[in-house]
Nanobody, 128 residues
Framework: QVQLQESGPGQVKPSQTLSLTCTVS??????????WSWIRQSRGAGFEWIGY???????HYSPSLESRTSISRDTSKNQFTLQLSSVTPEDSAVYFC????????????????????WGQGTQVTVSS
């Protein structure tokens, strides 16, 4: 069974870049049809999909965050990383990494609740 664990700083200053890493065990991030997403949940709000990197290394981002988002991977460490630039207090949230298996043309890849495996989540607060 795939297990995911988020790591990174719990506090980031406004205008800086938020950087989180997801370490994956129990499966390879290069396995066909596996998609690796970042998802967040602000207090009192639903889940928001941020973006994914797929088994081939291709990425896709939420249009509302695309200009500030970058997701990359290190296959030697079986990790993938989120960078969100120019953060504001509105970016404060619990950030999750998640994994799912989808067909290439499926629109389910952008829906948080379609992901089968999740990390425990990590709180990130944007504050000076």
């Amino acid at each position: 069974q795939v297990q995911l664990q988020e790591s990174g700083p719990g506090q980031v200053k406004p205008s800086q870049t938020l950087s989180l890493t997801c370490t994956v065990s129990g499966g390879s991030i290069t396995t066909n049809y596996h998609y690796w997403s970042w998802i967040r949940q602000s207090r009192g709000a639903g889940f928001e999909w941020i973006g994914y990197i797929d088994y081939s290394g291709s990425t896709h981002y939420s249009p509302s965050l695309e200009s500030r988002t970058s997701i990359s991977r290190d296959t030697s460490k079986n990790q993938f990383t989120l960078q969100l630039s120019s953060v504001t207090p509105e970016d404060s949230a619990v950030y999750f990494c998640a994994s799912g298996i989808f067909m290439r043309d499926s629109d389910r890849k952008q829906k948080p609740l379609e992901y089968a495996y999740w990390g425990q989540g990590t709180q990130v607060t944007v504050s000076s």
